[in-house]
């Protein structure tokens, strides 16, 4: 299985959507894309030709959808622990109220297999389980910062254990937590071998540190954003081997892509954060600093 780059997209500071993407967006399960501009605090879903459907609600840092069974879209927002649900109107309804439930903030909202919804914690380290209803069912502690949450093919919870530096995996019927990345220390080793003694970046003086996006495919393979080694690994489903798939060691936060480079080895990202994954393609975002950088589509070949 190899990659390679399909396109860049350069966005200006401002660009909410250009080229039918977002800087930072999310394809849904139901095949709908919904963009998210975290420090505009906006979200909308995109239509095939581009125009914007608006998602109303109050945001407060927005950071992830995901799409219930009923078709209801769901947006997390970190700032305020809040999660809203939006129906044909797509006007929002307030869902799970974070702040009440003693939430730090809010970080992803993903929808398991049986329709429930999972919500991690950020700074809090826990992960948070609740009815399509938004009542709690339970939640699971122990974890470090927590970047990010993803569901994989298999139904279950996968969890970036971000400053424990580790990649780790919930079973949504028994609560069992496993291990499945990482050594708990950083570095940038372990490529070629088994993702449990790979180690990921990270920088003390940094707000976020440790590695800060994960992204699962239809085979179960995971895609971490290495941050501070400025390269994308993939965690191989079925050997557990880690390897690099784009990026390099080397990134200049002031240097944009060049649109015709097609060697994801040889791409500039700065600072990996949101990464997205539908049908072949990764969709990695280059800066988390504000809405704007590149965003960089690369294909599976």
Known sequence: MGWIVERIVHFEPGEFVKDGLGHFGFHLRDGRYCAI???GHRAALVGDD????ELSAPFAYPMYADVLRDGSVIVSNFGDARLYRFDGRRRGELLVDGELLGLVDMGNCVVGADGSIWINEVRGGRIHHFQADGSLVHSVGGFGWIYDLRRGPDGRIYVLDSTNFAVR???PTTGEVAHVAGTGDSGYDGDGGPATEASFGGDETARFNGPISLAVDERGNLFVGDKFNHVVRMICR???VIETIAGRRTADPTRVNDS???DPLRLNLPQISS???AEG????PTDLAGDHGDLCVLRRV
Not at 50 to 53: D, F, M, N, Q, V
């Open 169 to 171: 995996v919930v079973d």
């Open 260 to 262: 015709g480079e097609r």
């Open 50 to 53: 581009g125009r914007l459907e």
């Open 275 to 277: 990464m997205d994954y």
């Open 238 to 240: 079925d050997s557990r």
């Open 281 to 284: 393609r990764l969709y990695v």
């Open 37 to 39: 501009s975290h420090e």
